[in-house]
């Protein structure tokens, strides 16, 4: 028998009247929040923040395991992801990634990553859209 399907995340509010959240993503126990203008304290990430950094850690992950089935020597990958609203765009919220390859990477090796990393599955989700269907517990 299988055991069941662990949820990939969970946020619980505890009743208490603020934003702070406790979230469980995978193994990881964190909190999130919002920032002082929108109601919060601060002490956490906000969700948009959570998937920037889904995209960012994807990115990562997706960039280091092609290299390595690849056996190209690939250093350090640092990838910064912000998002923004732009009112009047279609559609209006904008992932914003710069990618910092390390290591020793020829022209041709640094142009196919940057390719790669638009096959990212976070990336390809957030292009194409989601759906999500909601159901009372």
């Given amino acids: 028998m299988t055991a069941p399907a662990r949820p990939s995340a969970i ?29 919060g304290l601060d002490v956490g990430p906000n969700p ?3 998937v920037a950094a889904g995209l960012a850690a994807c ?9 390595k089935r690849k056996a ?7 990838v910064e992801v912000t998002w923004r ?11 914003e990634r710069v990618i910092t390859l390390g290591g020793d990477l020829d022209e041709a090796q640094r142009a196919r990553l940057m ?3 638009e096959a990212c599955p976070v990336h ?4 194409a859209g989601s759906k999500v269907e909601t159901r009372a517990a």
């Fill in 11 to 39: 946020a619980d509010d505890s009743g208490h009247g603020g934003v702070q959240i406790l979230i469980t993503a995978g193994p990881a126990r964190f909190t999130g929040d919002l920032t002082p203008a929108d109601g």
């Fill in 124 to 127: 390809k989700m957030l292009v």
């Fill in 48 to 50: 948009h923040d959570l």
């Fill in 115 to 117: 390719e790669i990393a």
């Fill in 72 to 78: 190209w020597a690939l250093g350090a990958v640092h």
């Fill in 85 to 95: 609203r732009e009112p009047g765009w279609l559609p209006a919220d904008v992932f």
């Fill in 59 to 67: 990115t990562t992950q997706t960039l280091r395991l092609y290299a």
